[in-house]
């Protein structure tokens, strides 16, 4: 006889898929058991009790019961759907990408509350914090999750020469450190230095963008959001952080090319 087991957990979906007429196969991002997949029986039907709390971006608790490898929804109690996403397509392609970057973060069997938090709040604000522009929003989620996930990079101060009133730095993105003017030059014509081109990714940070930068490593994921950039900064931050997370993911997401295809 397979063996069973019951849980219970606190899940937002950051995944489905349908199957069949009405079931789905969900994944939930969690905090003490990072991420699951789960089966949902007719929970594509709008008449299922399970509906609400089974789709796209629902947060919710699950109450599960596994028999042999899957996991099977038992009830659902809904919490928060972020419903104001669903009505604009430019917010619900960017919460779509900021999932997408959740999922790939998340592992099986592995706490991490840092990481649900973040996402939630990253879907709040997208719903609800109309005064914060989308890229702002995008673009902090980015250099955070990549914070989180391990690749934090020293920002204070040139990784050579330790100077720190630079006007302009360089930001070594493989080797995630700073570089003034002068020691970026070294840096490249240093024959020791890597000669795979893919490590050679260097792009220029102004000092306000460096300033937020390092606001989004040190706050809380409650407060991560809470700084401002001009018009110019903002562009020149949502480049750095977009390109700093793929280039330490080394993959792209459709969900980012949608994105950025509706934005056009």
């Known amino acids: 006889m397979a063996q069973t087991e019951d849980l219970e957990v606190d899940g937002l979906v950051i995944r489905e898929v349908t199957t069949g007429e009405s079931d789905k196969v969900i994944t939930l991002l969690t905090a003490k058991h990072g991420r699951i997949t789960i089966t949902g029986k007719g929970v594509s039907s709008m008449k299922n009790?399970?509906?609400a709390s089974a789709q796209l971006f629902s947060y919710s608790t699950f109450q599960l019961h596994k028999r042999g490898n899957?996991?099977?929804?038992r009830d659902t109690f809904f919490i928060e759907c972020f419903m104001n996403i669903r009505y604009d397509v430019e917010k619900l392609a960017l919460a779509n990408y900021v999932c997408d970057v959740a999922s790939d973060f998340a592992l099986e069997n592995v706490e991490d509350p840092e990481l649900l938090s973040l996402t939630l709040n990253t879907l709040y604000a997208i719903a609800n914090l109309d005064k914060i522009p989308l890229e702002q929003i995008k673009g902090a989620f980015e250099f955070r999750a990549a914070v989180q996930g391990g690749f934090m990079p020293d920002l204070y101060g040139c990784?050579?020469?330790g100077c720190e009133d630079e006007a302009e730095y360089s930001l070594d993105v493989m080797n995630g450190r700073i570089l003034c003017k002068k020691c970026r030059t070294l840096v490249e014509n240093d024959p020791s230095f890597i000669e795979d081109p893919s490590a050679k990714i260097f792009i220029r940070i102004t000092q306000p963008v460096l300033q937020a930068l390092r606001y989004i490593e040190a706050?809380?994921?409650?407060?991560f959001l809470s700084f401002t950039l001009d018009k110019v900064e903002l562009s020149l931050f949502a480049v750095i952080c977009e390109r700093y997370l793929l280039n330490h993911l080394e993959h792209g997401?459709?969900?980012l090319e949608y994105y950025k295809n509706i934005k056009i």
Not at 219 to 223: D, I, P, S
């Open 159 to 161: 990784a050579v020469c």
């Open 219 to 223: 706050a809380g994921t409650k407060k």
């Open 253 to 255: 997401f459709t969900s």
């Open 49 to 51: 009790r399970h509906a």
């Open 70 to 73: 899957f996991w099977y929804i």
